[in-house]
């Protein structure tokens, strides 16, 4: 199996970008989605969560705001919190792993791949990335967002312009959504004729030294098991 680790920062059209990959009949593990699952009713960890955080779930589990109001200011209480789902992401994410072991190809689609050393445990890393002005009117056309909320998200992401750098692809949403449509076609054609090495004419290739993902890589919290250290 190739595996794919799908990032970007915030507003750049990851979860597009996802969607192509599944119309192509590629596997994506969301793990954003299975945060949502943990975290909506009757949610593996929303006692917990709620235990954590007193206040911040309800009926329909837990309250992103109110949690978010939480731990965005709070460095202590982010980490927590990312104790306690992280684990949670990381059995799903095996699970994921095996149901598709025979695939030729699959995406994990992680926000914080980078961040969170994730990078280390795939076999290449494909960015999706758009102009600042663009993100930041994506954004802001959310329900709730403000610039003061975009800054706070933005403060714990890698910077787009090192995202990029350090991508073995780019798909660039700022454009045609045919021209990102034809990008992700000709990635995944690509790979699956010829597997990562030969596709260095898809996309720009990255000069960031990377292990085998095929080795557990000890003291980052992840494995291509999914395992957590």
Do not use: N
């Not at 994506?28 to 969560?49: N, Y």
């Not at 306690?84 to 072991?101: S, T």
């Amino acid at each position: 199996m190739i595996l794919l680790g799908l990032t970007g920062s915030i507003g750049m059209g990851k979860s597009t970008v996802a969607a192509m990959f599944r119309r192509l009949g590629v596997p994506v593990f969301d793990a954003d989605q299975e945060v949502h699952r943990l975290q909506g009713p009757g949610g593996a960890l929303v006692a917990e969560i709620e235990a954590l955080f007193p206040g911040t779930t309800g009926p329909l589990g837990v309250d992103r705001q109110a949690l978010g109001r939480v731990v965005l200011h709070d460095k202590a209480a982010l980490h927590r919190l990312e104790s306690l789902i992280h684990p949670a992401v990381a059995r799903a994410r095996a699970r994921f792993l095996r149901r598709h072991a025979a695939r030729r190809l699959a995406v994990l689609d992680i926000p914080l791949l980078y961040e969170k050393q994730g990078w280390r445990a795939v076999d290449a890393v494909v960015v999706v990335s758009a102009p600042a002005w663009m993100q930041r009117r994506r954004v802001l056309a959310r329900p709730g967002m403000t610039p003061a909320k975009l800054a706070r998200v933005r403060a714990l992401q890698l910077p787009d312009a090192e995202k990029r750098r350090r991508a073995d692809f780019v798909i660039d949403t700022g454009g045609l959504i045919d021209r990102t449509r034809a990008d992700v076609y000709r990635l995944v054609t690509c790979l699956r004729a010829h597997g990562v090495r030969y596709c260095r004419q898809c996309a720009r290739s990255s000069s960031t030294p990377k292990p085998p993902a095929s080795r557990s890589q000890k003291g980052t919290g992840w494995s291509r098991s999914g395992a957590s250290s």
